[in-house]
Structures are given as structure tokens and as C-alpha cells.
């Protein structure tokens, strides 16, 4: 599956972003799907994951209650809405897919990676 990122940006501390990451293939709903960030000097970090059927979700401790994730599976999206962004939250951001049943909060169980998006929150 190849992954295809967008929506990051420039934005002021509080404000929001949504990013979205397009998935080709038809095999899309087969993945659990994630998003994982890396910042300016700093190893990549998990941020969320959904499941294949979107039941479920996951979050790193640092976003829960600001980030959402979401998926569409007919449009073959992922996306993450990002409210009340702080500068610690500027990143490249990932998106990502892996198999079902894998530890989705390793980044390392993710099999598949787009390219990033960068997101810069000014203070």
C-alpha cells in the first residue's frame, strides 16, 4: 500500500489542523492505520492509531483529549484532526499502516510508511 500525507502547516499555538493521508491499493481496510511524528533532533514518536474497522483508538498520553483520529474507508483516508496545538506538537508527521493484531502504539509494527507532513505551532 502506498500512503500519500497532507494538511500539515504553520499554525499559532491553540489554533488546529487536520491532516489527511490517502492510501492506494484495495486492501486498505485490511490495515490498522497510524500516525507517528518526528521532531527537529528527536527519534520518531507514536501520536494515535486506528483499528481496520475504526472501533478502536489509540493516543499517545501527550495528545489524548486534543488529537482525534478518524478513517474513511470508502475514501481510503486516514485523518488527524489536531485541536489545541502546542509548540511541542511541531513535527513531521507520518502516516502509516500496519497489520492487525500488531502492537499499534510501536511505530516499529507499522509496515508501511508515507512521507511526512511537516507541522510548525509558533508560540
Known amino acids: 500500500v502506498q500512503l500519500q500525507a497532507s494538511g500539515g502547516g504553520l499554525v499559532q499555538a491553540g489554533g488546529s489542523l487536520r491532516l489527511s493521508c490517502v492510501a492506494s491499493?484495495?486492501?486498505?481496510?485490511?490495515?490498522?492505520m497510524g500516525w507517528i511524528r518526528q521532531a527537529p533532533g528527536k527519534e520518531r514518536e507514536f501520536v494515535a492509531a486506528?483499528?481496520?474497522?475504526?472501533?478502536?483508538?489509540y493516543y499517545a498520553d501527550s495528545v489524548k483529549g486534543r488529537f482525534t483520529i478518524s478513517r474513511d474507508n470508502a475514501k481510503n483516508t486516514v485523518y488527524l484532526q489536531m485541536n489545541n496545538l502546542k509548540p511541542e506538537d511541531t513535527a513531521d508527521y507520518y502516516c502509516?499502516?500496519?497489520?492487525?493484531?500488531?502492537?499499534?502504539?510501536?511505530?516499529?509494527?507499522?509496515?508501511?510508511w508515507g512521507q511526512g507532513t511537516q507541522v510548525t505551532v509558533s508560540s
Open positions: 502509516a499502516a500496519a497489520y492487525s493484531g500488531s502492537v499499534y502504539t510501536d511505530r516499529s509494527q507499522y509496515a508501511y
Open positions: 491499493g484495495r486492501t486498505f481496510n485490511s490495515y490498522a
Open positions: 486506528i483499528t481496520w474497522s475504526g472501533r478502536s483508538t
